[in-house]
């Protein structure tokens, strides 16, 4: 009942013609960002944040809430009609999807995409309403040692377990730490990795080394690659951007099935909704080839609808965690935990008892401006695809100049543009090399929280490590992170043998032909 009573509370706060404004400011930008290939909801958040220090928290938060889904369907436009998705979180539901744009169903595959969307973000929305006040409660018995187990577990689900590459998830993992270490030591008032520089004693500002990490590293990537070939060919979109009732029926079950599968992931730290998204398209293929008429592989409307479903309520109860235990379990959740911090705001179990009115209204602003992207994006999402004829050279251009500008804004301080430069250059050599920069954003975000925790846990415990597993809490944490990695290394294991196998199987083919 107090939830209920809070969310009413929260839309009276947001139901104004200011943040009705900025929610759909939000929605409309983080749409239109997440249409670009390469981009997505958290590159919208990194560019936005820097500009947002003028408004008045709630005005900037709801703004943030319309990115927060409004790039997700964004990227999924990006995926269906030119098989570039903007983010791999929409690379499951584009397979079946630009599948449905080739044959001219272009139009129902957004509408399932936008609906899809909305289902799976509402049912995990109403979740958190209801259940993220006594996950916030329980957060309570967290101590130093429970907050570090909980750092490490996500420093090791996002860098070793989702990343490709178990070393080069651990190096930017090391990225990350090394520049979360610059400044001041908030224990002892000793000066790390300044070199002297009192430019450098408050640290590197969260708001640059996002807008570099994200920005300024994939504006220097696409212009190493200007010239080359580029096989990403427009595929307009036709027909009628709504679905027949006989398309809702064979939709419907799987948007369900989609969101009972991403619901739980949003509060597992794995850097993002990849994981569920395939697993949600996976289950409807094995159900789908149950069929007398298989249609996986033809434009199945059921492999767009689960992953859709099932990405939206991953992001849905992600935020949930973000708001209850303080931890960001994707890149764009650890943005929004950066933004909550420029305010003075620190999410985790004292939130909804010191910022009350504001979580509610976040919560609330949601819940509105997933509505209002469904009534944009039903009838115009097809229009959004002209953003995908802008030439590479102006788009990427202007991206650059907004960042420096944003940078500049934030601080007036030159020598923050010199640190975009640079850091955007190390983005740049990791977009080369295959380095992920998920875990960068974790380790900045959570790196002070680490090192705090685990020096408080060892000062109270003269020093004892097994203090760090010496409650239930730590222990379930640690037990559940080596079976994530068990069950990833059993996984990236099966996938090479069957790799090994086929490529003997079809050298053995060549040498009978």
């Known amino acids: ?58 005005a900037a938060l709801v703004m943030f809430a319309g990115i927060y889904f409004g790039g997700l369907f964004g990227d999924a436009i990006a995926g269906i009609l030119m098989n570039t998705p903007g983010n791999s979180t929409a690379i499951a539901g584009s397979i079946e999807g630009h599948r449905m744009a080739r044959r001219g169903r272009g139009a129902q595959a957004l509408a399932t995409s936008a609906i899809g969307a909305f289902i799976g973000g509402m049912i995990a929305t109403v979740l958190v309403v209801f259940f993220a006040p006594a996950l916030a409660d329980w957060a309570t018995e967290f101590g130093p040692g429970e907050y570090f187990a909980l750092a490490v577990f996500a420093f090791i689900a996002t860098s070793a377990v989702v990343s490709e590459s178990v070393l080069k998830g651990l190096a930017a993992l090391l990225i990350g730490l090394v520049l979360a270490m610059i400044g001041t030591d908030q224990v002892s008032g000793s000066q790390r990795f300044t070199f002297g520089s009192v430019a450098l004693f408050d640290g590197v500002s969260i708001v640059v080394i996002t807008v570099s990490m994200l920005a300024v590293g994939e504006v220097i990537y696409v212009a190493s690659r200007i010239g080359r070939p580029d ?67 033809t434009g199945a409307i059921r492999g767009v609808a689960a992953p859709e479903a099932a990405g939206n309520s991953t992001a849905g109860t992600a935020m949930g965690a973000l708001l209850a235990l303080g931890l960001p379990t994707s890149a764009t959740a650890a943005l929004l935990l950066a933004a909550f911090q420029q305010y003075g705001i620190q999410p985790g179990p004292l939130l909804f008892t010191r910022n009350a009115e504001l979580v509610w209204a976040l919560l609330a602003s949601l819940i509105i401006g997933m509505v209002v992207l469904l009534v944009l994006n039903l009838p115009f999402a097809p229009l959004w695809a002209k953003l995908l004829t802008i030439p590479k050279e102006y788009l990427y251009a202007g991206i650059a ?47 002070p929280l680490a090192e705090s925790s685990l020096r408080s846990a060892m000062n109270n415990s003269q020093n004892n490590p097994l203090t760090l597993v010496s409650t239930p809490i730590t222990i379930t944490l640690y037990a559940l992170l080596l079976i994530v990695i068990g069950i990833s290394v059993y996984n990236k294991l099966r996938v090479r043998s069957e790799l090994q196998e086929s490529a003997s199987e079809s050298g053995a083919d060549a040498e009978v032909r």
Request: glycine share 12%; with cysteine.
């Open 1 to 58: 009942m107090d939830a209920l009573v809070g969310l009413l509370g929260g839309f009276g706060d947001v139901l104004t013609p200011t943040n009705l404004m900025y929610v759909l400011i939000g929605a409309l930008i983080g749409t239109a960002v997440g249409v670009l290939p390469g981009l997505g909801s958290s590159m919208a958040v990194a560019l936005l944040l820097p500009i947002t220090f003028t408004l008045d928290p709630l």
């Open 231 to 297: 096989d990403r060919s427009f595929t307009p979109s036709t027909g009628r951007p709504f679905l027949s009732r006989a398309e809702y029926r064979d939709a419907l079950p799987a948007w369900l099935r989609g969101t009972a599968i991403g619901v739980p992931f949003g509060v597992i730290p794995a850097g993002g909704a990849e994981v569920p998204t395939f697993l949600a398209y996976g289950l409807e293929k094995r159900l789908d080839g149950r069929r007398r008429k298989p249609l996986f592989g």
């Open 401 to 447: 100049m907004f960042a420096c500008f944003g940078v500049y804004a934030a601080s007036a301080a030159m020598i923050d543009v010199v640190f975009m430069l640079v850091l955007g250059l190390i983005a740049f050599a990791m977009r080369r090399y295959g380095v992920p920069i998920a875990p960068v954003l974790i380790a900045v975000i959570l790196g």
